[in-house]
């Protein structure tokens, strides 16, 4: 009888659903602390299934890392895909950033920041998320559906704000965790670039 499933499939979703688990276990409580023969244990798993995923706790912790931005990127992506207009995209995109980044506890951005790796994959993200903001202003001023603003400099805050965000700068100045500033920063933007009030 042929398998109705080829066996590389079953485990490529093994793998996946492998990632996921440890991106939950990472985000509710960090990953400084833990063992490879801990992660093994939480995940109920071998530690050379662990192995399987990486070479070494700090190789696993990259790839986490990268999973679960690649993951939110994805996430974020098909908010902007249903949302309609440039204040809208942009509100899409910043609020989906936060609500990626909500279930990341204090701990694990703390780690983050802490491990060069993972930082550099969430330096990478936050570089790539400016971009894409300051393409989406740009795109909305030359067509004319926000306000005539000088969109490169609107990005370019927008840019510095997303990177002091990242590095926990917002944090320590104000008290805004990650997810909460993003929220921030898009009603700051959209606000700013909508049409002015009417003048009686």
């Not at 609500?99 to 930082?119: I, K």
């Amino acid at each position: 009888m042929v398998p109705t499933t080829a066996p590389g499939v079953h485990a490529t979703a093994r793998r996946a659903e492998l990632f996921d688990s440890l991106v939950r276990l990472f985000l509710s409580e960090g990953f400084a602390h833990l063992t490879l023969d801990e992660i093994a244990a939480r995940l109920r798993c071998s530690k050379s299934t662990l192995y399987t995923l990486a070479g070494s706790k700090g190789d696993l912790v990259q790839a986490v890392t990268v999973h679960f931005f690649r993951a939110a990127t994805a996430e974020v992506e098909g908010a902007v895909a249903t949302a309609d207009g440039t204040r809208a995209r942009l509100t899409a995109y910043l609020t989906a950033v936060g609500a990626a980044l909500a279930p990341a506890s204090e701990q694990f951005m703390d780690d983050l920041a802490g491990y060069p790796p993972a930082r550099d994959v969430y330096e990478h993200n936050t570089r790539a998320a400016a971009d894409r903001v300051r393409d989406l202003i740009i795109e909305g001023a030359a067509a004319g559906d926000v306000r005539d603003v000088h969109a490169a400099f609107v990005a370019d805050v927008a840019t510095s704000v997303m990177v002091r965000i990242q590095q926990r700068s917002i944090k320590n100045a104000v008290g805004l965790d990650d997810s909460s500033a993003y929220l921030e920063l898009a009603e700051l933007l959209t606000t700013g670039i909508g049409p002015l009030p009417a003048t009686s």
